[in-house]
């Protein structure tokens, strides 16, 4: 009975080569955030998709994209790969955004290793 | 500057013993207070949500306190159990999707 999905849980790629880590929820939220933690540090969020209105930080680099192609998934994509890359990144979704406390929801992460 | 400080940064008890965690937050405007407890190689889960009119909440063995006006919020785990053992992130949010997250305190518990 898995809320957040991620996939995969670990994931390994070359320094330059693109990867996409997916997300799935079966929450039906309208939220969903990807954040990226690296070891010892605070999750930091990179964008999120209100519906389909994409909003990035403003420091989240232009290495990294998303899609969100459908309420159900979204997706990461790293498209040049750093060293520097090398994290857990973070899934969570939320009902709505607008009301001071609405619920965020976790997935287990995907921890990504650049070689 | 929002940023969200917790303390201590590490602690080790015993099984069985209470003990307490600090937040301090300067986030402005402030809606709510929340605890997650991360595993390690896991995604957080929510132990509470306060906000800035509750002075405290409790989640089982898990009690948290807001002082609003200081802007300190605690964590207390009573009776800790081995399963305790964990990061525990303080998150102070603003209004729309302002998350503060606090470096989190990382828990262990010894048998």
């Known amino acids: 009975d898995a809320m957040v999905i991620q996939n995969p849980r670990y994931q390994v790629t070359q320094f330059g080569k693109p990867v996409t880590l997916s997300c799935s929820q079966t929450?039906?939220?309208?939220?969903m955030y990807w954040y990226q933690q690296k070891s010892s540090q605070a999750p930091k969020l990179l964008f999120h998709?209100?519906?389909?209105?994409?909003?990035n930080e403003a420091d989240t680099p232009d290495n990294f994209q998303s899609r969100r192609p459908n309420t159900s998934f979204c997706f990461l994509d790293i498209r040049s790969p750093g060293l520097g890359d090398a994290a857990m990144y973070l899934c969570?979704?939320?009902?709505?955004?607008?009301?001071?406390?609405?619920?965020?929801?976790f997935g287990p992460g995907t921890r990504l290793t650049v070689t | 500057k929002n940023q969200v400080e917790q303390s201590p940064q590490s602690l080790i008890i015993l099984e069985g013993k209470n003990c307490t965690l600090q937040?301090?937050?300067?986030?402005?405007?402030?809606?709510?207070l929340r605890w997650y407890k991360q595993d390690t190689g896991r995604g957080p889960v929510s132990l509470t949500i306060?906000?800035?009119?509750?002075n405290t909440k409790s989640n089982g063995r898990y009690t948290a306190t807001l002082d609003a006006d200081t802007k300190q919020s605690s964590l207390h785990i009573t009776a800790s159990q081995l399963s305790d053992s964990a990061s525990y992130i303080c998150?102070?949010?603003?209004?729309?999707?302002?998350?503060?997250f606090g470096p989190g305190t990382r828990l262990s518990v010894l048998p």
């Open positions: 937040c301090n937050y300067t986030v402005s405007p402030f809606s709510n």
């Open positions: 998709y209100y519906d389909k209105d994409f909003n």
């Open positions: 998150v102070a949010a603003g209004w729309g999707q302002n998350f503060v």
């Open positions: 929450l039906n939220h309208n939220v």
């Open positions: 306060m906000t800035f009119s509750e």
């Open positions: 969570a979704t939320s009902e709505d955004m607008t009301s001071g406390t609405y619920e965020q929801y």
